[in-house]
């Protein structure tokens, strides 16, 4: 199921689209079905155009992000736990990497050492396995590295390293609250994930509290360069597309 979940979301993102669009046009030229081969090949170009203009990606992500819109530390509730979600930090590979990478989303981790900073959370679970292509240290670990760098003791830190998606996450980390007899937490992950991570974890019957950061639509006034392709829109509309489909498939 997780893989039939992945390769729908590959195809549905603008890249996956465009490409099976393209070869559905190349095979119908084959076959000498060339209008029909025309058409595919017309809709593989303009889908691939539109995702990829900034305009549209911003507006995109903006239409998710908006419920959830930044906050500082001290203005967050307080609760019990803070749980941290995989995705932001990779591991270590020596000898080509020696410290953990911090990507997009490692903003993740700064803000639940603010919250811990802020007063708002006594306890901080950090959520994520190891990544199957470089292997290594599991997210979690690797997301504990940096957090002790940022003044967390160890003592409040706690690992969740089994979990692949965020399905996952939630349940792991529920079975880890329901032994320590807590039902609230501090759900910390990017705006752009926080709907579907929020639906997941109340699923499991849990009291959450958004702490939402690594917020991406913050230019979505009009300007028409941003008619003009750029990759980084396009990986940011797959991103967005990725997080309706999963919020789709959690209903």
Known sequence: MFLIEKTAALLLMP?????????????????????????LGCL??????F???????MHAR????????????????????????GGGVASPAPPARFMPDLGRAADRVWFAAQLFHAGKVE???????????????SEAESMRIFIRDLGVPDAVIHLESTSINTRQNA?????LLNE?????????????????????????GLAVFSAATDHEAVDTAWDLRKLLPDSEALDG?????????????SK
């Open 171 to 175: 349940e792991h980390v529920a079975h």
């Open 51 to 57: 995702w990829s203009t900034p305009w549209l990606s």
């Open 62 to 85: 903006a239409a998710i992000e908006s419920a959830y819109p930044a906050r500082l530390a001290v203005d967050v509730e307080v609760a019990p736990v803070a749980v941290v979600l």
């Open 15 to 39: 890249l996956g689209m465009g490409l099976l669009l393209g070869a559905l046009a190349l095979i119908a030229g084959v076959v000498q079905w060339r209008k029909l081969g025309w058409v």
């Open 237 to 249: 509309s797959g991103r967005a597309i990725k997080e309706w489909f999963g919020l789709w498939l």
């Open 44 to 49: 593989a170009v303009a889908w691939l155009y």
């Open 123 to 137: 306890r901080i679970v950090l959520s994520g396995s190891v990544d199957s292509r470089i292997g290594g240290l």
């Open 180 to 204: 320590w007899g807590v039902d609230r937490l501090l759900l910390v992950t990017s705006a752009l994930h926080m709907p579907r991570a929020k639906r997941q974890f109340e699923a499991q």
